[in-house]
């Protein structure tokens, strides 16, 4: 009798599990297919050239901050990392990332703000902000054309789980999923839109439709908002989980951060 | 004996929702789709406000998903079947029960659910306790997608 509550338990658990998220198939990796390659000529033709790339202006930026001391006699970027291409060759590929000193899972501007207030006594630039997406898109441009590492290859497959299930998780007033759309339904039209498959490859990135450079955490907000969902708090764990379970599924895929998009 | 028969049931339930998801794009029969009673309102359905509320891109935004016959449109989506026809291939109830909740006729579909007030997790603050679209508006669109007989 109590094997089968047990097993009566266990599959009403599962059961329960199921109805939270929509399961539908993932994307075989042969299929992967990166914003960059699905969008027009004309926006490819953009990113490819470092001088009509936008988001190139704020590799400048973030190139001279990365050299610049702080007025408080703290060292610059470059006094404790040394030059930024060798420093930072590969980083950004490798995050999100734990911080070796606090155990805090970090993503890359989150690693940056905590670098100005531990080591530059500084208080962190803003999320959004234009320096720190400066230096995010410095640093990104070094792992331009590596491939993204897999988070759960440093022990972090616990955020990707719960990312995956955020993903599976439909919101909102118009009840979707991440899944339903960049999953079930890439390259279909939504609108005038074709539906890419939403891999994070390229952030910081420039939006045409942003008029801006941004980062993946404000492309995803756009997401819940537009299914008229409350986004979370910037800043919130479960932008990182997203984030995590994100380049879990797109491990293997080429950076090209900093990126354009339409 | 009977707890056997029980967990088969169980099973058998539980395996109801993942044999529907095979289904999932596949044409229903008629038949099978259930009927909604109309709702209460205030004055009789307008098709033609119906119609200005499929092409809204605010308010019904069918046309996301949706083709259809409106020429005056540019942009049509191809998520889900076009609303031509829709008149043949539906009662005006069953079109009515696919506007209120097409979860309660597949529940892997990605149509919204327009007139359920409850709305879905993290709802958006400016949407809290209300449906998509409220009644007349349902009624409205219900009545003009069962002019769609071509």
């Known amino acids: 009798m109590g094997r089968i509550v047990a097993l009566l338990i266990a599959v009403l658990a599962a059961a329960s599990v199921r109805a939270e998220g929509v399961q539908v198939p993932g994307i075989a990796p042969a299929d992967r297919r990166s914003g960059f390659e699905t969008m027009g000529p004309d926006v490819q033709a953009m990113q490819r050239d470092d001088f009509s790339n936008p988001a190139m202006l704020g590799v400048a930026a973030g190139e001279a ?32 990332a734990r911080d070796a000193k606090s155990g805090a899972v970090l993503d890359l501007p989150g690693r940056i ?55 599976r998780q439909r919101f909102g007033q118009l009840n979707l999923a ?30 045409l439709e942003w008029q801006s450079i941004g ?20 800043g919130a764990s479960e932008w990182l989980d997203l984030e995590l379970f994100l380049r879990e599924r797109a491990a293997g895929m080429a950076s090209d ?3 354009v998009r339409p | 004996m ?64 949706h083709s259809g ?15 031509a ?22 529940p892997d579909t990605i149509m919204p659910p327009y007139f359920k007030s409850e709305g879905g997790y993290r709802l958006g603050r400016a949407f809290a306790g209300k449906p998509i679209l409220n009644a007349e508006e349902i009624e409205d669109v219900t009545a003009f997608l069962a002019t769609l007989r071509d």
């Open chain 1, 65 to 96: 901050a990365w050299s610049r001391a702080p007025e408080n006699g703290k060292p610059a970027c470059s006094g404790c990392h040394g030059d930024i291409d060798a420093a930072m060759r590969g980083v950004d590929a490798r995050y999100p």
């Open chain 1, 113 to 167: 703000q905590t670098c100005q207030s531990v080591n530059q006594g500084l208080s962190p630039q803003p999320r959004e902000s234009d320096g720190l997406l400066a230096l995010q898109a410095a640093i990104a441009l070094r792992s331009r054309g590596m491939p993204i590492e897999p988070p759960s290859a440093r022990g972090l497959s616990d955020g990707v789980q719960r990312g995956e299930a955020l993903y």
């Open chain 1, 178 to 207: 991440c899944a339903q759309c960049h999953d079930a339904n890439w390259g279909r039209a939504l609108g005038g839109t074709r539906i890419p498959q939403g891999h994070p490859t390229g952030y910081p990135l420039f939006r």
């Open chain 1, 215 to 234: 980062s993946l955490q404000r492309r995803l907000r756009n997401c819940l908002t537009g299914v008229r969902a409350e986004p979370f708090p910037s």
């Open chain 1, 257 to 259: 951060a900093p990126g």
């Open chain 2, 2 to 65: 009977r707890r056997v028969a029980l967990v088969i049931g169980l099973a058998a339930w539980l395996a109801g929702p993942i044999a529907g998801r095979v289904a999932v794009g596949a044409p229903m029969e008629k038949g099978a789709v259930p009927e909604a009673a109309p709702l209460a309102t205030s004055r009789p359905p307008d098709p033609a406000n119906g119609r200005r509320i499929v092409v809204d891109r605010r308010r019904g935004f069918c046309l996301l998903c």
């Open chain 2, 69 to 83: 016959p409106f020429p005056e449109e540019r942009f049509h989506g191809d998520l889900a079947p076009s609303l």
């Open chain 2, 85 to 106: 026809g829709a008149g043949l291939r539906w009662s005006e109830g069953q079109i009515r029960a696919r506007l209120i909740d097409s979860t309660a006729i597949n």
